[in-house]
């Protein structure tokens, strides 16, 4: 029977990108390099704004087509080769490792020696280096590994190995790799196979050619293929915004400051030498312009982009995106394109007087609704074993000047808060001491760099608030609304020296179409002001309390305080920073800290206790 496997065009940025190893229908493949791609049909996404940031031609999507580009070799679509190639037969237990030249057109691999032939499954354990590269293991090596090098001379054969369960023991000592060889026997159990074992790295990723096969000295660990660390994908996404009426940047007067330093003609004179990062240094020390602003000003400048500093990872970095968009939600008459449809809205609350309403109604300010929503997501490569380990480029040729992408459509809330009540909150010394305990964290967190593209310079008190605030969002809407919180995401805007203080909620389904409407009418007053008042009497309390509420540091790096599956984290597609640098405390108030909403909660309280003394 023949079948067919399909990778929707949406899946080939994320989850399925470039280097994802990933299982469909019992088999496993890994995503090819973009210079696999079908050189016809791959389809042009226009996103000028991300493309000019990210220092690249453009972008193009796969092609939305069945995709079994495998075993079609002139097939459109993202290309995926199968990985791992070391397969084995769950009856008679034989490897095989298999070839390019073994496939045939809509088949799974089958065992060579049993009849009827059974399908083949994938080892589940491969090999991955902080190089970036991925490989199979060397089951050969493996099963010969406690013989001496002498003993090992001796055996013959190369791939006459069995996968064997024993039923004596459990778990991974009850797996063994054997050598069938005539007079070999090599065998050994996989309880340690987890883990650094001198075995050499590929030097490349399963796609790659020979030719592009580096001397790699690093380490290689043994992971199983679908373990957490084994891809972390580099992706970038941009809101489709009007481009003529918002301001390259807010600040001109810091620009102005830049463009008359003493030091700038030399900066331009020296921009994209390592030279530059020097000058660049102190220009920003003295004006206090931001890498963002100091980028844009120098492409204007010379038409390119400042020098990396020499060890910097290769490929684009992470640009800041953050301060168009979030000129083009607060300006006064939102700007509108067929990909970018604005209205203001209210809360509906004006000359509201009793609590909690009147309490909530000053603690937010601009609520804009989003009825259509265009963004573009990129992805510019990825690392394996960690997050910050070397960067592998989406085109491991390096030869290619655009980058995968997809575009989705959608809808979204717009909020801000009250901007005089957020300052005078964040300058309470009592939480400005405790989110200086969350930054100490940070400091010390090997994802520094990457969370401070979206923190801002410096982590503030109004980014916590804000980021677990979209998050209390998120799960309230998706309770009341029957929006999957997986269908939902988040944009923070929170970069205190961008006086930015607001969070976008939206949905982005895919296609052209858009979605339904679903998200803005749960904007609309005065639908909106009573999800807001039951998620914060929701974020008062969380079933892991008190443990939860107390906790001085969980989550990934111990970035989070007081927020834990049961109460504020989302799936990991919906949050921009991996489910870090979340606290119900700074919300609804903890033992330490006073909340944002803290007064809603009390006056929300106040008249459930009032209303229950009149019934
Ligand atoms: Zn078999
Ligand atoms: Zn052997
Ligand atoms: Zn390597
Ligand atoms: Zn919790
Ligand atoms: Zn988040």
Known sequence: MSRTLRVRQSQTVLPFGVGAVF????????????????????????????????????????????????DVPDAPGAPYIRFPSWLFCGACRRMKRWRIADEKPGQPPRCPSCSPARTLAPMRFVQICQAGHLGDVDWWFWAHSRRDAGERRRCGEREKLRFLVSERASGLEALSVACTAKDCGATRDLLDILGTHGMRCSGRNPWQRRSEEVECNRPVQVVQRTAGNLYYPITHSALDIPETDVPAYADDE??????????????????????????????????GADDALLEALLAE??????????????????????REEWAAFTAPAPPATRDFALRETTLGLAGETA????????????????????????????????????????????????????????????????????TTWEDDEDVRKHVAGMRADLDRSFQKDRLETLTGSELAPRFVLLHTLAHLLIRQLSFESGYTTASLRERIYARSEQDQYGILVYTAAGDAEGTLGGLVRQGEPPRLVETLLRMTEAAAWCSADPLCAEHTGQGFGNLNRAACHACALLPETSCET??????????????????????????????????????
């Open 578 to 615: 991996g489910n870090t640098l979340l606290d119900r405390a700074l919300v609804v108030g903890g033992e330490h800290v006073p909340g944002y909403l803290e007064s809603v909660v009390t006056a929300g309280r106040a008249a459930a206790a009032g209303a229950l003394e009149q019934a």
């Open 23 to 70: 299982d469909i229908q019992g088999e496993s493949f890994v995503a090819t390099g973009i210079g696999d791609w079908p050189a016809k049909a791959k389809q042009r996404i226009e996103s000028p704004r991300l493309a000019s940031r990210l220092g690249v031609s453009g972008f193009y999507a796969a092609p939305a087509t069945a995709n079994d580009r495998f």
């Open 254 to 287: 810091v620009a102005a400051q830049v463009r008359e330093h003493d030091l700038w003609v030399s900066l331009c004179r020296v921009a994209g030498t390592p030279r530059a990062a020097v000058f660049q240094t102190m220009i920003q020390e003295d004006t």
């Open 301 to 322: 400048e010379t038409g390119q982009a400042p020098a990396a500093s020499a060890d910097a990872p290769t490929g684009p970095a992470r640009p800041d995106l953050s």
């Open 355 to 422: 609590d909690p309403w009147a309490s909530l109604g000053r603690r937010f300010g601009r609520i804009v609704l989003a009825d259509r929503l265009r963004e573009v997501r990129a992805l510019s490569g990825f690392t394996r074993v960690s997050p910050d380990a070397t960067v592998v480029p989406a085109d491991t040729a390096r030869r290619l000047k655009w980058l995968p992408a997809v575009e989705v459509f959608g809808e979204g809330i717009f909020l801000t808060l009250n901007r005089t009540e957020l």
